[in-house]
């Protein structure tokens, strides 16, 4: 019986939760990477270590990496010495799937948009009704403070993201599905082929009983055109009309509307009473870096999002505008891969252009996986946004040029699914702020 289990590439979001459950469920885990991570602080019952090293596998009966290593770092010593000594590799989403997921029944959650925050919104419901599921979240829970949750009930709740197909590894009872839209051009090379991963997920699960969708939302009446069968396919379809305002959420903007009406329909589903599901909707403070209110530079306030496709950013700016109608706005944007600027940079200076927004600065592209062969610069974007946007190259500058005209300012978003992430942190570039 395999128990003891290397972790490479621990610090990711999923990858992270996936290794704390693991441990909580009796695996004996290790875990290494390369960056430091937030996500690492809730680890306390996993020894990891800085680096990639060979050393890190003795007596490892199992490898589970991120599915980025298989494709960017195919001669990582770690990989290499796995395969040489016949030591099974998986990636995360394959570990849990086989492993985390076996005899649960298996709420999952897909959708380009609001994956995490509606995964989130229907393991607080289930925690709340006394069901003591299992979450995996790709962000941080602001109450929970980490982004998993280790139940002993026979619920698992998780996100099921389209990139790489890797929700394919999962074989949920009940799915949901917020919105479909073209993204992670790395991967997908258009439209169609999004909807076709999504048929895909839907149609190859013999578990799947329940299908809740938001007709309403981006791709989704297209994508139940094109999954034909569907009768055979999935026993119950429930599409969620929206709007419904019933609840009175801590979270702005109707986007969350959305994601709480279908958490809705998946608990009731479940049979849980609307009452105790509008208690815990209305309790739920959200994740982090969802339009999240970090604090004050003197009276300008600071929000950060992990917005990084145009589609966010528009509803992000929009929920801002609803809230702030008069606002001085500053909008700091690290634009997410070469490709998804490259694919989507009109989409991305419409967007921006239409924010209405005081001052735009672009910062340098965060390559994750990637490298620059495209062509395409956060430079670029500044100039076709044209008066109102310039390019700073760094988080640095764009620090500097932040405390010498924060004051100019009602309010400064910062947005990317990059390392901005990290820019309000007092421990790493240092600014200061009031906090709330």
Not at 20 to 45: E, H, R, T
Not at 56 to 62: A, G
Not at 102 to 124: E, F, N, P, Q
Not at 295 to 311: N, Q, S, V, W, Y
């Amino acid at each position: 019986m395999i128990k003891l289990i290397h972790f490479m590439g621990i610090g990711g979001s999923g990858a992270s939760a996936c290794a704390a459950i693991a441990a909580n469920y009796g695996f004996q885990v290790s875990g290494c990477d390369i960056a430091k991570s937030k996500y690492l602080a809730p680890l306390k019952k996993i020894e990891i270590s800085a680096g990639h090293n060979k050393n890190h596998l003795k007596n490892c009966q199992m490898l589970v990496i991120t599915p980025a290593i298989l494709k960017f770092d195919p001669k990582n010593e770690e990989l290499i010495y796995a395969k040489k000594v016949k030591i099974p590799i998986l990636t995360w989403q394959e570990f849990m799937g086989k492993f985390l997921q076996k005899d649960k029944r298996v709420i999952a959650v897909a959708g380009t948009h609001g994956k995490s925050t509606t995964t989130a919104m229907i393991g607080h419901i289930l925690a709340d009704a006394g069901l003591s599921p299992t979450v995996e979240i790709g962000a941080m829970d602001l109450s929970w403070r980490a982004n998993f949750r280790t139940g002993k009930g026979d619920i698992f709740v998780c996100e099921a993201d389209e990139y790489n197909n890797n929700f394919l590894n999962y074989k949920p009872e009940i799915l949901a599905i917020t919105n479909i839209e073209f993204d992670h051009p790395d991967f997908f090379k258009n439209q169609e082929a999004v909807f076709q991963s999504f048929i895909k997920f839907v149609k190859s699960n013999p578990n799947l009983k329940s299908l809740f969708v938001a007709p309403g939302e981006v791709g989704i009446r297209k994508f139940l055109v094109k999954l034909k069968g569907l009768k055979k396919t999935v026993k119950y379809l429930e599409l969620v009309e929206f709007p419904e305002r019933r609840f009175k959420l801590k979270l702005a903007g109707e986007h969350n509307l959305t994601n709480a009406n279908l958490a809705a329909a998946v608990a009731k589903r479940l049979g849980i009473s609307e009452k105790l599901v509008k208690k815990s909707l209305e309790n739920f403070d959200g994740l982090e870096r969802r339009l999240e209110f970090v604090g004050r530079l003197d009276k300008t306030k600071i929000f950060d999002d992990f917005a990084h496709h145009p589609r966010e950013l528009e509803t992000t700016f929009k929920t801002l505008k609803q809230q702030f109608p008069k606002a001085k706005t500053c909008l700091v944007f690290q634009p997410h891969t070469y490709s998804r600027t490259k694919a989507l940079f009109s989409h991305f200076v419409k967007v921006f252009k239409n924010s209405k927004a005081d001052r735009i600065i672009f910062t340098d592209i965060f390559a994750s996986r990637e490298k620059n062969d495209l062509g395409v610069s956060s430079h670029d974007l500044a100039e076709a946004c044209g008066k109102g946007a310039i390019y700073i190259s760094n988080l640095s500058g764009v620090e500097d040029w932040i405390l010498a005209n924060f004051s100019q300012f009602d309010l400064i978003l910062t947005a990317g699914a990059g390392d901005i992430g990290k820019f309000w942190d007092s421990r790493s570039l240092g600014v200061k702020l009031e906090h709330v």
